[in-house]
Nanobody, 122 residues
Framework: QVQLVESGGGLVQAGGSLRLSCAAS????????VGWFRQAPGKEREFVAA???????YYADSVKGRFTISRDNAKNTVFLQMNSLKPEDTAVYYC????????????????WGQGTQVTVSS
């Protein structure tokens, strides 16, 4: 089982950028699918992006073209580069990990970080 720690959140103006990091501990991190999810107050947790062991990626329509997920297996870290941020991107962002196939469902991810707050002001 991997342990995950997110960092990089903060307050940014609309149109700005942030890069989130998800640092993992544990063996065989490169074998894991890592997903980013977000949860705004009063809303359900929603899928943002995911990347598998061979760097195949998948994005939610709402972030496609603005966000980029990548991984550095040598550093056991997955990144989420967020550009052209909008106020509706405001949420707590979580990274999560699972084995095998990419998935957009948070229910199938086994390990979760504690979350990092992203606030986009208008």
């Amino acid at each position: 089982q991997v342990q995950l720690v997110e960092s990089g959140g903060g307050l940014v103006q609309a149109g700005g950028s942030l890069r989130l990091s998800c640092a993992a501990s544990g063996r065989s991190f490169s074998s894991y699918v890592v997903g980013w999810f977000r949860q705004a107050p009063g809303k359900e947790r929603e899928f943002v992006a995911a990347i598998n062991w061979s760097a195949i990626t998948y994005y939610a329509d709402s972030v496609k073209g603005r966000f980029t997920i990548s991984r550095d297996n040598a550093k056991n870290t997955v990144f989420l580069q967020m550009n052209s941020l909008k106020p509706e991107d405001t949420a707590v962002y979580y990274c999560a990990a699972k084995l095998h196939t990419l998935s957009v469902s948070p229910r199938v991810y086994d390990a979760w970080g504690q979350g990092t707050q992203v606030t986009v002001s208008s």
